[in-house]
């Protein structure tokens, strides 16, 4: 167990302020305070705001986590603020900058109503065997969230423990899992998942870049995330990254986002939900309403916008 300085920031900026940078891409006069070594940042109520442990997922779990991890890179323009731009309109409906953002594991219906069932995701479907490969990586991120956060982890965990089973993640109180690549996400707080939870991110790098910080602005606390870091947030907290300037053919930076989607808890058994996808797919559907490819649809969710 790393022993952690513990600080607590005394005060935020103004809502003028933060409302500007809603959305927007940081830079580095955005925050003030850089995290290098393990520490506890408290917010003024007394809750964490995060814990940061350097290099506490090991290189062995790096080194199966990272083949797996880097092929995910679908893009998606649903990201809303998390993706740094401004809205496009066209006819039908508002689009945003395409980003390398995909999800794992699993949803609750939505969609726009294509989707009125629970369900795995696309990607965790089609790779099922590397999907249990990540398990170890999913169950030491626990335990950290155990140790340091451990009034969150413990309401969590009695959240996961009165869902249906099929839909938990190993022994996890996770249920689904964001994967970002290149992607620095533009101020926002994060939707649709557990308000009482925790999200836990850790990063994978390779080649030569530089940025990527993930920056509470409000606070103006930043953490420049190295291979095999932690990051136990909360993030319900205004959020998101400078900008990643690439310095090398191969520079990569991967961030890992495991939470529990809080609609989940009225998800039937995987039975029962299969059950109604089979129901919803034999009615005929006006696709005129669904001009988006299903993969994309599949991201529509992730509007809540994780690091």
């Not at 933060?18 to 925050?31: N, T």
């Not at 969150?152 to 423990?161: G, N």
């Not at 993930?214 to 606390?221: A, H, I, N, S, T």
Request: hydrophobic letters at 35%; glycine letters at 6%.
């Amino acid at each position: 167990m790393q022993e952690l300085m513990e600080y607590r920031v005394r005060s935020k900026v103004s809502q003028t302020e933060m409302e500007a940078k809603v959305g927007r891409i940081l830079q580095d006069d955005d925050f003030n305070i850089v995290l290098t070594g393990p520490t506890r940042m408290m917010l003024p109520s007394g809750e964490p705001l995060c814990v940061y442990l350097p290099g506490a997922i090991s290189e062995e779990v790096c080194s199966t986590a990272y083949p797996i991890l880097h092929p995910i890179q679908a893009k998606t323009d649903a990201r809303s603020h998390a993706s740094g731009s401004l809205p496009v309109k066209d006819i039908k409906q508002v689009r945003y900058r395409n980003v390398a953002s995909s999800i794992m594991g699993n949803i609750e219906p939505m969609g726009g109503g294509r989707f009125p069932f629970c369900r795995t995701t696309a990607w965790t479907g089609r790779n099922t065997a590397e999907f249990r490969q990540l398990y170890p990586l999913f169950e030491v991120v626990a335990e950290y969230f155990k140790k340091y956060v451990h009034h969150r982890y413990k309401k969590q965990m009695e959240r996961t423990l009165k869902m249906e089973p099929d839909w938990r993640i190993s022994s996890t109180p996770f249920t689904t899992m964001t994967v970002n690549n290149n992607y620095p996400t533009g101020v926002h707080t994060d939707k649709g998942d557990l308000e009482d939870g925790y999200s836990c991110l850790m990063v994978l790098r390779k080649g030569d870049y530089s940025g990527g910080n993930l920056v509470f602005p409000e606070y103006r606390v930043a953490v420049n995330m190295q291979e095999g870091d932690l990051l136990l947030m909360d993030a319900h907290q205004w959020h998101g990254n400078t900008n990643i300037t690439l310095h090398s053919e191969d520079a990569e930076r991967i961030s890992l986002v495991l939470y529990y989607r809080t609609d989940m808890m009225f998800c039937g058994t995987m039975e029962a939900e299969a059950e109604k996808e089979n129901y919803m797919r034999a009615k005929p559907l006006d696709r005129e309403k669904y001009d988006r490819p299903e993969e994309e649809l599949e991201y529509e969710f992730t509007v809540k916008g994780k690091v």
